[in-house]
């Protein structure tokens, strides 16, 4: 009690700092700092500027958004996302305890039969892999049941992008017929940029990630410029989107793909990340 | 369309299962508290739209990793924000010069307004709203994603903590900061307040 009463002097003595006064603007302040308030015309002064301060920044309400928005949300992301395999087999709960046991064997038996199997293939197949990685798609490799990964064609997606740079950064603002061709190209790269994004996150590959992330923007941007992408937004887009410092990005991470995954037709450039 | 019916716990279980589609009811459910906070956060509807669809998406590859403890809404909606802070970094990354001249407090000057309701009024109101973006663009994107959980969400410290992925005392700092650096920017405002 008698220590109480010495910290409500030591309130009472002490003026209220900015950061005790936000805690207790946002009720999160001890009772000591608001007793301090009522007696102290300084601090309740000071702190009727914060509460007034504060309530200059208005509450943002946000657009609302119809009862369809959560479909397509889902329909936009849902085209992407893998199918978790199931993680085991319930079945053998329900099993006697013999055949389990039985059950569990004949796995072990086989397990060690497979690994043995798989290693001969490994050794003999260990040469082709490369090849046999560039050439596989995604939709090839989703079908053969693999993890859940998102295997994208990356080379192909930077080839593509570099592409769109270079048509972009030489664009005639004045050309009408050039914004379509180039708005729906940003809209089909969009999409496996984000992709390539989630993945480069994954793998904390932070400069394919943020290299990818300035692309994200000036893809966004072409794709969905209010109005459509007329030469004044495409006028807006070489100034302000440093188109030269992007397709420079871009060439770089093209460069780090290994040369075997990017040679070749252009049906099997690019590798899997 | 989706099984409405089934409860998150359920819907992560089907998901897990084998059953992509389950998936569907969980973003039907949430996306739109999700797309409350990321415009929040973002400050605009095309970036809160993305931050959702991100969101959903490192959700459901993290899927497995979700406790079944846990309360998928606010799992997500901790995902939610950590996208919703990535894309301001990257969007504060690559408009830095531009926000760093357009903070200049020289350039910004506001008039002191007329109490009537009219073309001047509808002006200042516009100055007023500019001088408010711009106040929250000097802000830290760790800052101003605190200070908007905190202000307009009305997140405890703790949860703030957690959903930025920091500790608590560091984000009860970021919305010391974020408060300090408002009111320094807003005083122009608060004469005619």
């Known amino acids: 009690m008698r220590q109480l009463n010495a910290m409500d002097k030591v309130n009472e003595m002490n003026h209220l700092s900015e950061e005790d006064m936000i805690l207790l603007a946002y009720g999160e302040g001890g009772d000591s700092a608001a007793r301090h308030l009522e007696s102290c015309p300084e601090c309740a002064g000071a702190y009727a500027a914060l509460k007034g301060d504060l309530?200059?920044?208005?509450?943002?309400?946000?657009?609302?958004?119809?009862?369809?928005?959560?479909?397509?949300?889902?329909?936009?992301?849902?085209?992407?996302?893998?199918?978790?395999?199931?993680?085991?087999?319930?079945?053998?709960?329900?099993?006697?305890?013999?055949?389990?046991?039985?059950?569990?064997?004949?796995?072990?038996?086989?397990?060690?039969?497979?690994?043995?199997?798989?290693?001969?293939?490994?050794?003999?197949?260990?040469?082709?892999?490369?090849?046999?990685?560039?050439?596989?798609?995604?939709?090839?490799?989703?079908?053969?049941?693999?993890?859940?990964?998102?295997?994208?064609?990356?080379?192909?997606?930077?080839?593509?992008?570099?592409?769109?740079?270079?048509?972009?950064?030489?664009?005639?603002?004045?050309?009408?017929?050039?914004?379509?061709?180039?708005?729906?190209?940003?809209?089909?790269?969009?999409?496996?940029?984000?992709?390539?994004?989630h993945k480069a996150a994954d793998e904390d590959d932070p400069e394919l990630g943020t290299a990818l992330g300035h692309l994200d923007r000036l893809l966004e941007q072409m794709a969905n410029q209010p109005g459509g992408l007329n030469g004044a937004a495409i006028a807006r887009l070489q100034n302000e989107m440093n188109t030269d410092g992007l397709l420079f990005e871009v060439r770089v991470l093209r460069s780090r793909i290994p040369a075997e995954q990017h040679a070749g037709s252009a049906n099997e450039k690019g590798g899997t990340i | 369309m989706f099984r409405m019916g089934k409860d998150d716990h359920d819907a992560i279980r089907a998901v897990l299962a084998g059953d992509k589609d389950a998936y569907g009811a969980l973003v039907v459910r949430h996306s739109a508290s999700l797309f409350r906070v990321a415009f929040r956060i973002t400050g605009n509807e095309a970036d809160a739209d993305d931050v959702?669809?991100?969101?959903?998406?490192?959700?459901?590859?993290?899927?497995?990793?979700?406790?079944?403890?846990?309360?998928?809404?606010?799992?997500?909606?901790?995902?939610?924000?950590?996208?919703?802070?990535?894309?301001?970094?990257?969007r504060k990354g690559l408009a830095a010069s531009r926000v760093a001249d357009e903070t200049d407090l020289g350039v910004l000057d506001v008039q002191v307004m007329d109490e009537s309701a009219g073309p001047e009024r509808i002006l200042l109101s516009g100055e007023m709203t500019a001088l408010r973006q711009v106040a929250m663009g000097s802000l830290t994107a760790t800052e101003q994603s605190a200070f908007v959980l905190r202000h307009m969400e009305n997140r405890t410290t703790e949860e703030i903590g957690a959903a930025l992925g920091i500790q608590p005392n560091a984000a009860k700092q970021a919305v010391y900061r974020a408060v300090h650096k408002l009111r320094q920017r807003l005083a122009p405002l608060r004469a005619n307040a």
């Open chain 1, 55 to 197: 309530k200059l920044v208005e509450q943002v309400e946000p657009p609302q958004r119809d009862e369809a928005y959560g479909e397509r949300v889902w329909l936009a992301i849902a085209g992407s996302l893998p199918v978790y395999r199931p993680a085991r087999r319930r079945w053998l709960g329900l099993t006697p305890v013999w055949l389990r046991g039985l059950s569990y064997a004949a796995a072990c038996a086989v397990l060690v039969a497979g690994a043995f199997y798989a290693g001969r293939l490994w050794e003999q197949g260990a040469k082709k892999q490369p090849a046999v990685a560039a050439n596989r798609t995604p939709q090839a490799a989703q079908k053969q049941g693999r993890q859940p990964i998102v295997v994208v064609v990356l080379g192909d997606h930077l080839d593509r992008s570099e592409r769109l740079l270079v048509e972009l950064k030489h664009a005639d603002p004045d050309s009408a017929e050039l914004a379509a061709p180039l708005r729906d190209e940003a809209r089909t790269l969009l999409a496996a940029n984000r992709i390539c994004r």
């Open chain 2, 52 to 90: 959702v669809q991100d969101a959903f998406m490192r959700g459901y590859r993290k899927l497995e990793s979700f406790e079944s403890r846990s309360n998928f809404s606010t799992w997500i909606y901790r995902i939610a924000v950590r996208c919703a802070l990535d894309k301001i970094e990257s």
